[in-house]
């Protein structure tokens, strides 16, 4: 039997932190969980999750802690928490924090010495270079595709890999052809996922898959030119690896973070029971479809900005957090989150990008790329 194993989890209050606490509550022989971190808000939630898993230390964005902390329970405020959280001892550390603020946890984990199982893929979009720089072998996926993926890569060696397919659910608009007077509510409407705002959003856009093409490179080290997508709207299949002899391997599973979260936490062993299996006693279908890149250019525009490198996916990623934040506040229409985020990458994009050599290079590009985004929401806001 295997040791248990020390968790850290940041982001605990978010979607991937309670279904990640939902496993470790399933497992309590496999798991243990040594620290907790959150974002802004709902400390009264961390507190429960502190006291029902006995967790020693707790960390929070905010400047103070302002529901009852747990007896035996310490915690640490602010900006710098979560990373300091990432730093402490643990078989690994999850990382469950939505957006680009989640790469200095992951820094920090990593030059702890720490194993990151990475839900976090802003990390690696933001800061590819830099991650991977610590070495892959430390890195476990925990977006669903790229489980699929890391899984599938066992079916074969690296070099006979053709091509990675990254399957993509086409979000709430897959087949709407008028995107032009859509509302929060419609964005918020997944068919088959259920997950947090941003992601949400980024999967009616289909910036989501554009940074996980973005993902998938810096995680398994494959040129863009090797790494497709594809429209599977059951969000069956996750994603699938095609070998040189024509071999497709491709992982399936009901859609459930809790299969991928589970596989990262135990790997290289599987968790029992993480997740419920396909029923084969009903009948299915699948179905697969190439990505409209005229109603959906975000696929395209992350696969250039990627190619470039330098500094342009962080670009991609803060223009878009800003311009989502801006839609869900209904300052700009759904249609202006795409026009905003392409009109920042070719602002900046002329301008001469260097390599990113630390977390203050990739802070200093991002806020050039929010500045940049800022006037052009407030532009399109005004001719709505
Ligand atoms: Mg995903």
Redesign the pocket.
């Known amino acids: 039997m295997q040791a248990k194993r020390d968790i850290v989890i940041l982001g605990s209050t978010g979607s991937i932190g309670l279904q990640a606490l939902e496993v470790i509550s399933a497992n309590p022989e496999l798991f243990r969980v040594i620290g907790l971190s959150a974002g802004f808000g709902n400390h009264k939630l961390l507190a429960d999750q502190a006291k029902k898993f006995h967790v020693p230390i707790i960390g929070t964005s905010s400047t103070e802690f302002s529901a009852e902390l747990p007896a035996g329970v310490s915690v640490i405020c602010g900006a710098k928490a979560s990373p300091e959280i990432a730093s402490i001892p643990a078989d690994i550390v999850l990382n469950g924090i939505t957006g680009s603020v989640g790469l200095a946890s992951t820094l920090s984990a990593l030059s702890a010495g720490n194993v990151v199982a990475l839900a976090n893929k802003e990390s690696l979009v933001a800061g590819g270079e830099l991650v991977t720089s610590f070495g892959r072998e430390r890195l476990i996926p925990v977006?669903?595709?790229?489980s699929a993926i890391f899984q599938a890569m066992l079916g074969g060696k690296r070099n006979e890999i053709k091509k990675l397919v990254i399957t993509a659910s086409g979000g709430a608009f897959r087949d709407r052809t008028d995107l032009a007077g859509v509302t929060i509510e419609d964005a918020l409407a997944h068919p088959t996922w259920s997950m947090g705002p941003v992601v949400t959003i980024n999967s009616a856009t289909l910036v989501?898959k554009g940074l996980?093409i973005i993902e998938a490179h810096y995680l398994f080290d494959i040129p863009y030119s090797q790494i497709d997508a594809v429209i599977h709207p059951q969000s069956v299949v996750h994603s699938m690896v095609e070998f040189f002899d024509g071999s497709t391997i491709a992982q399936a599973s009901p859609p459930n973070m809790k299969g991928p979260i589970a596989y990262a936490l135990g790997y290289p062993n599987r968790v029992e029971r993480a997740t419920s299996p396909i029923d084969w006693s009903k009948p299915h279908s699948w179905e697969f479809r190439p990505i409209d890149n005229q109603r959906f250019p975000a696929v395209d525009l992350a696969r250039r900005v990627g190619e470039i490198g330098r500094g342009l996916p962080a670009i991609y990623n803060a223009a878009n957090e800003s311009a989502v934040s801006a839609f869900l506040s209904k300052r700009i229409g759904f249609t202006s989150i795409l026009r905003v985020v392409s009109n920042t990458v070719e602002k900046i994009e002329g301008k001469s990008l260097s390599e990113l050599r630390d977390l203050s290079d990739v802070s200093a590009l991002e806020n050039d790329a929010r500045t940049v985004a800022e006037e052009l929401i407030k532009k399109e806001g005004s001719s709505s």
């Open positions: 977006d669903s595709e790229h989501n996980e």
